[in-house]
């Protein structure tokens, strides 16, 4: 993308770039495929990430007590009356999907690559815990599907990543992207604004950082403080570790942080959607994403500007 015109959004959208490579609409749904995470089994940490809820994005169909095949099928049962011609995504979304034995890896995703209708993988997992004999499998696998792993990054700061517990660094992350990108696999990342600590500086070095990786995808959240977490807690105590999450500021944020992007990196989402019932903050009236991108179009609208404007890669 180069320049904003009337016709064309004014950043470098996901469901277009899915369009144009599928010529459809392709449809990801979730599957809990029983792995566990590093940060909760005590091989990092009993503690997890001070924000963790996983059951907060876990829809009805993504259950580990049924079949990876049953899962995919009551999800493609769930949006095929919606969507009549659309292919599916297998999403291994919850927990650290690639932390298990290499052999039970393969079984899970082959089980998700044979279900009809399903015409590739998405593989969300920590920068720690991925190597060359799994992203080899992985690439293998893959044949002629789509295949994409999604790092949760959250920050590019070191100090942040330490005092919400991730158990894992920057450079961690660095590594596991420029070892991804050698096996030619789409690459995807999901990043945090406005935890505990950073500021609007912070945000841009994100941007920065992030930009300077070969990634493909971005996936972007506000910080949602849920209900029973660890977070909840130091959020009432000390909330003057807290930005404004006012949904204003917020989207002034976002755009501040699109601004600064490589125009290349293609935008999934700039918000997290969680059960209303289980938000502490921010709350935004229950808003629902595609709201929320609107108003981020049309604050760059407004600015009369679009995505890598104020990009350069100059700056490291
Ligand atoms: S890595 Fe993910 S699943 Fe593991 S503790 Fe952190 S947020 Fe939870």
Known sequence: ????????????????YIKRKFGKRVQKISVDAGFTCPNRDGTKS????????????????????????EQLLKGIEFFSPKYKTQEYLAYFQSYTNTYS????LKEKYSEA???????????ATRPDCI?????????????DKYVAIEYGVESTKDDTLNFINRGHSWSDTIKAIKLTAKFKINIGVHLILGLPGENHNDFMVHAERISKLPINFLKIHQLQILKNTPIEKIFKETPELF??????????????????LNPNIIIERFTGESPLEMIIY????????YEITHLVVNELKRRN????????????
């Not at 009993?46 to 169909?61: D, H, K, R, V």
């Not at 921010?282 to 994403?289: C, T």
């Open 243 to 260: 930005i404004d999450l006012s949904l204003e500021n917020y989207v002034k944020i976002v755009v501040d942080f699109v601004e600064r």
């Open 46 to 69: 009993t503690g997890a990430c001070i924000y963790c809820a996983n059951e907060s994005f876990s829809p009805f169909y993504c259950n580990p007590k049924i079949s990876i095949t």
């Open 282 to 289: 921010p709350r935004w009236e229950g808003k629902k994403n």
């Open 113 to 123: 690559l044979d279900v009809k209708g399903i015409c590739g993988l998405v593989i």
């Open 131 to 143: 190597n060359e004999e799994i992203l080899e499998m992985i690439t293998n696998l893959g044949n």
């Open 305 to 316: 500007s679009y995505q890598g404007k104020l990009y350069s890669n100059e700056i490291f």
């Open 101 to 104: 034995n290499i052999e039970l």
């Open 1 to 16: 993308m180069s320049k904003l015109s009337q016709d064309i959004l004014p950043y470098n959208d996901f469901s277009g």
